[in-house]
């Protein structure tokens, strides 16, 4: 999945023609796979289904990814291990980062997770997901753009909290009841008006997307000076940015680097 959008990088980087419209999504693309090597991640999300893990001797247990938006499963040595209900019953709970064992468990391990490779099989997912509600506006195709955070990516879901039920999503033209989405914003039917909306969804955080934008803008000045370092003008000196991804861009990126978990 992109980073960022056409609209949004001719936004920031004040482009009003269409000269390049063919060549920013390229560029784009590019860059979301720079973004995703540095950092070691996938954005928004990413689901891992029976991943196997070291234990820790501990209660504890960083998973891989973060921050942990759901576990589905958890088994230690073949063993489903249980969520805990409340923390104190036993199984396991989470947060933003780590898995807890709650009590005792049974087995040779007790309270613990062992200290052993691949001992452990969890399923999870993990990213970037938030929700936001407003209210629907008036017009023929209203719409909503949502921004907690970030740029929705991804849909999770859309509660019409005015109806007291679950919308439906359409490719285009949605009818009452319905919404589509696109570029991050949601569109709804004209009948929903005033409604209040809930909206869920992943989304790209907001310092990723700045970041990879500035670097489809540095790739755009870069193509027309290839191989030049720098120039000397009449009455100063140009020097050239030459890296993949820029100092500026890095500091953006630094909080999402992925953890290694030795």
């Not at 998973?63 to 589905?72: A, G, M, Q, R, T």
């Not at 709970?93 to 709650?102: A, I, Q, R």
């Not at 509660?159 to 007291?164: G, H, I, L, Q």
């Not at 720098?230 to 500026?248: P, Q, R, V």
Request: overall charge negative.
């Amino acid at each position: 999945m992109n980073l960022t959008t056409l609209a949004n990088v001719k936004q920031y980087l004040s482009i009003p023609t269409t000269n390049q419209d063919a060549l920013i999504p390229r560029l784009i693309a590019r860059e979301t796979s720079l973004v995703e090597q540095w950092t070691g991640r996938q954005f928004p999300t990413v689901t891992r289904v029976s991943k196997r893990l070291n234990g820790t001797g501990t209660k504890r247990l960083v998973l891989p990814d973060n921050p942990i938006i759901s576990v589905s499963a958890l088994s230690i040595y073949g063993t489903d291990v249980p969520v805990s209900p409340d923390g104190v019953q036993a199984g396991y709970m989470y947060d933003d980062t780590c898995l807890y064992l709650v009590g005792d468990i049974g087995g040779m391990w007790g309270s613990r997770f062992p200290q052993q490779p691949q001992c452990i099989v969890c399923s999870w997912v993990a990213g970037y997901r938030t929700s936001e509600t407003d209210f629907v506006p008036t017009g023929n195709a209203p719409t909503l753009t949502p921004s907690n955070g970030g740029t929705a990516a991804a849909v999770v879901s859309v509660f019409d909290n005015t109806a007291n039920s679950s919308m439906t999503q359409v490719g285009s033209g949605p009818l009452t009841g319905q919404f589509s989405f696109a570029d991050g914003v949601f569109t709804f039917n004209s009948a929903q008006y005033n409604h209040s909306v809930t909206m869920t969804y992943d989304y790209i955080p907001a310092a990723v997307e700045q970041a990879t934008i500035e670097m489809v803008g540095l790739d755009l000045q870069q193509r027309n000076n290839i191989g030049i370092n720098s120039k000397n003008l009449a009455t100063e000196s140009l020097t050239y940015e030459k890296k993949g991804i820029s100092d500026s861009a890095k500091e953006l990126l630094m909080p999402f680097k992925r953890m290694v978990i030795a």
